[in-house]
């Protein structure tokens, strides 16, 4: 089971979020992408890094966190590495905050 401590943090970041943000919709956000399917394989890193105008280590850094937390699973093919969100993992999170958070009070 994940630590939702690690949950927490790795959505506590505008960059992760916007991440996960663009991963909702892969083919729209990443057209340019020929060398595999966006929604089928993912996206490569480096397309994700260039969309944010940030450096490939800083999103490495920023993509290995939500991984960690298991919103993201890498997949390689050849020198590539291609991240798909992981959508049963974020509607669990989402579940359990709900739960977690809401009073089961009615008004």
């Given at each position: ?30 057209a340019n992408q020929y060398s595999a ?71």
């Open positions: 089971m994940i630590e939702r401590g690690i949950q927490i943090k790795a959505l506590s970041s505008e960059v992760r979020m916007e991440i996960l943000e663009l991963l909702k919709q892969p083919k729209e956000n990443f399917d966006p929604c089928e394989v993912g996206v490569c890193m480096h397309l994700i890094a260039e969309k944010l105008n940030l450096s490939p280590p800083t999103i490495t850094r920023h993509i290995d966190l939500l991984r960690q937390a298991g919103f993201i699973v890498i997949k390689k093919q050849q020198r590539w590495s291609y991240c798909l969100r992981n959508e049963k993992a974020l509607r669990e999170y989402h579940a359990w905050l709900g739960k977690t958070l809401l009073s089961d009070i009615t008004t």
